[in-house]
């Protein structure tokens, strides 16, 4: 059975953590799913970790339905969030709808993501009056990271402090499902955390927060050209990984794979009368 938002929000209440993980292709989605991840976010990452760009900015619409396309194959039990990419809802409330709205009917998402605190909340009340759940993002959002310099924490001062708790209440009040809260204080995560009724879902927010967000290739050691702070590496497949192509790489070259036992051979007596036909005609 799938998960539900409702399930999403009564984790918050009974005091359980919430789990989510980031995948962008069928095979990763469907070892997330297995492990009982409760939510699956295809993110505008896959521009760093998947397509090589040095941001999210250039992400396309096309580029994130094509990805969440592929991940929603390989989910069953997980409640199924897009990232909505840059410029994609900051235009208009009416082209906010309409591409949340792809995310939903052409990708098989079951919610959508979008960056921005209260900015953001004319669009975010437009796509959830349209039926479609929105989880709000605030904190470092990285699509405007150059605009609030850099990857960097934010809320360290009082006054962006108070900006961060009430746009926390902000996207709230507009009807997001749950928050994502990044790179902020874990003092300021807390309280942000017992303010909003709905679920707040950390990276780099500390533990005070329902529930926690990682990259899966940054948990797993596979995009190792930088790696955050606040990231805890449960494997380190990268070296794994280039071990073994190295490996194919010599033993094809050296004539040692594939051997008779990665091999069909057919029958014997078939294969001889094929051979000495051939030579013989």
Same mark, same amino acid.
């Given at each position: 059975?799938?998960?539900?938002?409702?399930?999403?929000?009564?984790?918050?209440?009974?005091?359980?953590?919430?789990?989510?993980?980031?995948?962008?292709?069928?095979?990763?989605?469907?070892?997330?799913?297995?492990?009982?991840?409760?939510?699956?976010?295809?993110?505008?990452?896959?521009?760093?970790?998947?397509?090589?760009?040095?941001?999210?900015?250039?992400?396309?619409?096309?580029?994130?339905?094509?990805?969440?396309?592929?991940?929603?194959?390989?989910?069953?039990?997980?409640?199924?969030?897009?990232?909505?990419?840059?410029?994609?809802?900051?235009?208009?409330?009416?082209?906010?709808?309409?591409?949340?709205?792809?995310?939903?009917?052409?990708?098989?998402?079951?919610?959508?993501?979008?960056?921005?605190?209260?900015?953001?909340?004319?669009?975010?009340?437009?796509?959830?009056?349209?039926?479609?759940?929105?989880?709000?993002?605030?904190?470092?959002?990285?699509?405007?990271?150059? $605009? &609030?310099?850099?990857?960097? *924490?934010?809320?360290?001062? !009082?006054?962006? +402090?108070?900006?961060?708790?009430? @746009?926390? /209440?902000?996207?709230?009040?507009?009807?997001?499902?749950?928050?994502?809260?990044?790179?902020?204080?874990?003092?300021?995560? $807390? &309280?942000?955390?017992?303010? *909003?009724?709905?679920?707040? !879902?950390?990276? +780099?927010?500390?533990?005070?927060? @329902?529930? /926690?967000?990682?990259?899966?290739?940054?948990?797993?050691?596979?995009?190792?050209?930088?790696?955050?702070?606040?990231?805890?590496?449960?494997?380190?497949?990268?070296?794994?990984?280039?071990?073994?192509?190295?490996?194919?790489?010599?033993?094809?070259?050296?004539?040692?794979?594939?051997?008779?036992?990665?091999?069909?051979?057919?029958?014997?007596?078939?294969?001889?009368?094929?051979?000495?036909?051939?030579?013989?005609?």
């Amino acid at each position: 059975m799938t998960v539900t938002i409702t399930d999403i929000q009564k984790k918050k209440t009974s005091g359980e953590k919430i789990t989510m993980l980031t995948a962008y292709d069928y095979s990763m989605a469907r070892l997330i799913d297995q492990a009982r991840v409760d939510m699956v976010l295809v993110g505008d990452s896959l521009g760093m970790v998947a397509l090589g760009y040095s941001s999210t900015v250039p992400v396309t619409m096309e580029e994130m339905l094509h990805h969440c396309r592929a991940v929603s194959r390989g989910v069953r039990h997980s409640f199924l969030v897009g990232d909505m990419p840059y410029l994609s809802y900051q235009v208009s409330e009416e082209e906010a709808v309409r591409n949340a709205g792809l995310f939903i009917k052409t990708a098989g998402c079951h919610g959508v993501k979008l960056e921005g605190g209260s900015e953001s909340v004319p669009a975010i009340e437009k796509i959830t009056r349209a039926g479609i759940p929105v989880m709000g993002h605030i904190g470092l959002t990285p699509q405007t990271a150059t $605009a &609030l310099g850099g990857y960097s *924490v934010q809320g360290k001062d !009082v006054e962006s +402090g108070r900006k961060l708790v009430e @746009d926390a /209440q902000a996207v709230s009040d507009a009807g997001v499902f749950a928050i994502v809260l990044e790179c902020i204080p874990s003092p300021l995560a $807390a &309280l942000i955390t017992e303010t *909003v009724p709905i679920p707040t !879902v950390g990276i +780099g927010a500390g533990n005070h927060c @329902d529930g /926690q967000v990682l990259v899966t290739n940054d948990l797993l050691g596979l995009y190792d050209k930088f790696t955050p702070g606040f990231v805890k590496k449960y494997a380190d497949l990268a070296p794994v990984i280039r071990k073994a192509l190295s490996e194919y790489v010599r033993e094809v070259e050296d004539g040692g794979f594939p051997d008779d036992e990665h091999s069909f051979r057919g029958s014997d007596a078939v294969m001889a009368e094929i051979i000495s036909g051939m030579k013989n005609g």
